[in-house]
Nanobody, 115 residues
Framework: QVQLVESGGGLVQPGGSLRLSCAASRSIFRNYNMGWYRQAPGKQRELVASFVSGDSTDYADSVKGRFTLSRDNAKNTVYLQMNSLKPDDTAVYYC?????????WGQGTQVTVSS
């Protein structure tokens, strides 16, 4: 059963923008801390941005000032707005939901930044 449904990836030129979406069930959205990770070829999966407690957020240093994490409580959806994209942002982006030691992952969506 798919519990996190991602959308919004694609090909964009350097300097462009994309918005990723992750829809969850109401139960997951209300009880889990949700966020985004990414994995580039040959690299480990890394945190991009996450809600850590309530509305508090944590961002990777590499995306601070360019990416914004937000959520729509009515739609049970978390968004990652990505601006000023760079080729180094190219990766598969995964939605993550975490509650204590229990984690859920989305299927991943490819983001490619290239001219």
């Amino acid at each position: 059963q798919v519990q996190l449904v991602e959308s919004g990836g694609g090909l964009v030129q350097p300097g462009g923008s994309l918005r990723l979406s992750c829809a969850a069930s109401r139960s997951i959205f209300r009880n889990y801390n949700m966020g985004w990770y990414r994995q580039a070829p040959g690299k480990q999966r890394e945190l991009v941005a996450s809600f850590v407690s309530g509305d508090s957020t944590d961002y990777a240093d590499s995306v601070k000032g360019r990416f914004t994490l937000s959520r729509d409580n009515a739609k049970n959806t978390v968004y990652l707005q990505m601006n000023s994209l760079k080729p180094d942002d190219t990766a598969v982006y995964y939605c993550n939901a975490r509650l204590s030691l229990h984690e859920l992952w989305g299927q991943g969506t490819q983001v490619t930044v290239s001219s």
